[in-house]
């Protein structure tokens, strides 16, 4: 077999379907940098989901992409990319600052549509990675709640490259206290967005329910050169 195909299938086979709160486990595959034609092998192969990174690629591939499948965007978005990518979404989960909450609320609202939206949270406090702060998890579900245009679905952590795992778990648990903190009070929270190639099982243990795999699937990616 091939190897996207193989990689899908032995995902599919090894990730468990529910996390140990008894939440099915959703997979997203991360396709930056890889061609429409792998991404439908991935698809072909039991992807239901994926999730962009840059809104150039995502334009370039949308139509070559097999419908159906849910899209998801996993990236930085400058507000001004916005247009391109409304009502195309199903699921944005890089909704890491203010500024880009207001303007997606707005533009949602000129569209006469609601985005669906998970808050990003900076989980290792990292100064390369935007978000907001894990003190910062309630005070901006609350701002955001009060957009009219857009619909919180949970959030969604990046956690530090480290193989440092007691750190790792450490941290996904606390990112899994704030998510269950607003699933008591808000009954559309129903997505944890957590975990890579690198640490998705341990994500899952820590209560994560939807996962965002790119090497695990299409093996390492080759950047362009700059
Ligand atoms: C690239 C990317 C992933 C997948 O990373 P891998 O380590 O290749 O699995 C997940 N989430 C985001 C936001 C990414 O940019």
């Known amino acids: 077999m091939l190897k ?17 709160f008894g939440e099915k ?28 990174n840059h809104v150039q690629e995502f334009r370039d591939k949308f139509t070559e992409i097999t419908p159906n499948v849910r899209r998801h ?4 978005l400058q507000t001004n990319k916005i247009k391109y990518l409304l009502g195309k979404v199903d699921l944005y989960h890089s909704v890491d600052r203010l500024n880009l909450a207001l303007e997606l609320s707005k533009r949602s609202a000129a569209a ?5 939206i998970l808050i990003q949270i900076n989980a290792g406090n990292e100064e390369t990675k935007g978000g907001f702060s894990v003190k910062e998890t309630l005070e ?14 949970g959030l969604m952590a990046m956690l530090p490259y480290t193989e440092d795992y007691a750190l790792l778990t450490a941290l996904a648990a606390q ?7 607003l699933r008591r009070q808000d009954e559309n ?18 209560g994560s329910n939807m996962i965002r795999l790119g090497t695990a699937i299409f093996g390492t990616r080759n950047y362009p050169q700059k």
């Open 175 to 181: 990112m899994r206290e704030k998510y269950d903190l």
């Open 25 to 52: 486990v959703t997979l997203v595959a991360a396709v930056k940098l890889q061609s429409p034609n792998d991404i439908n092998r991935a698809i072909s192969a039991g992807i239901k989901d994926i999730g962009d």
């Open 189 to 206: 929270i129903k997505h944890l967005s957590m975990g890579m190639s690198g640490d998705w099982k341990i994500c899952i243990q820590a």
């Open 73 to 76: 965007f996993i990236g930085r």
């Open 140 to 153: 901006a579900y609350e701002k955001i709640k009060a957009l009219p245009a857009l619909k919180i679905s």
């Open 112 to 116: 006469e549509t609601v985005s669906e």
């Open 4 to 20: 996207i195909e193989e990689n899908v299938k032995n995902l599919l086979k090894e990730i468990p379907q529910t996390n140990p």
